[in-house]
């Protein structure tokens, strides 16, 4: 019987896989604060839990979707790289370690991007605050010796599905304002600059890439690497349909039947990330993914390009 273990299981991601895999019949155990199988600081549960199992998937982590307060950069970081630890001390005290570590990592690893795609081998790590987590985050997850664990850091773009980032998105459309986020000047504080939170303006009329992932296909991609185990290190996990800010939108508000959008301009972002507790850059940077290892290594993409994902995902709400 396979037995499939996921870490920090509560979100859109975490709840969507469990569910397909007991679907197609594994046994899935979950790990987080409340259970139900183990609990984070109870490494002995986790040892337990992981003994004998197949496949572990970590996806723990705080949401970055908040203000990047003093407070919210710790418990972002530690709820990460604390939790990776964790799981590689739990699996060093298996009898039987799982055969495969995948570990949620994310394709903001890499620098604001206008020019080229980023891929495995010529990708550039960017700096600041979330490219430091980032860089942390993998640090942790690739340390030590696991000689009986496979291990791969996943790289993941913006992943869509119903219940993701994009209802956001839907909503603003459908109350005519979905027109591109369009970057600006700001004006920065030292605290800011010095936190590597603030953003500096780069892309403009609203061109910043726009990689992203369908759910299914992060599903997929993890059935694929079970039956790789050539494939170890660093993985990007985003379709090669990548698009910008402006086609998003207009994409979206196609699939949604909305004829117009009003663009939001950078201090209309920033006053209104301020209001609902998030932060610009989570639109305004450029993230422009390319899967190379996936493509040489032959997977083949479900939703490879942005309309018809759109129109699934759409569909599926409805």
Known sequence: MDRIVIAGASGFIGTYLARAFRAEGAIV????????????????????????????????????????????????????????????RAIRDCEDPPELWINSSTATIYRHAEDRPMTESTGELGDGFSVGVARAWEESFFAGDLPRTRRV???????????????ALIRLARFGLGGPQLD????????????GTFHE????GGRQRFSWIHIADVAGIIRFLREHPEIVGVVNASAPGVTDNVSLMKTLRGVLGVRFGLPAFRWMLELGSSVIHTETELVLKSRWVAPERLRDAGYRFRHPTLEPALLEIVAARR
């Open 29 to 88: 155990s979950l790990i987080g604060r409340d259970g139900p199988d183990a609990r984070w600081r109870d490494t002995a549960a986790i040892t337990d839990v992981l003994d004998g199992s197949n496949l572990l998937i970590n996806l723990a982590g705080k949401s970055v979707n908040c203000r990047y307060t003093t407070a919210n950069r710790d418990e972002i970081r530690r709820s990460r790289v604390d939790t990776t630890n964790e799981l590689a």
């Open 201 to 204: 303006k780069r892309a403009s």
């Open 153 to 167: 850091a996943l790289r993941m773009a913006i992943v869509l599905g119903d219940g993701s980032a994009l209802s």
């Open 184 to 195: 600006g000047r700001w004006f920065s504080t030292r605290r800011r600059v010095e936190s």
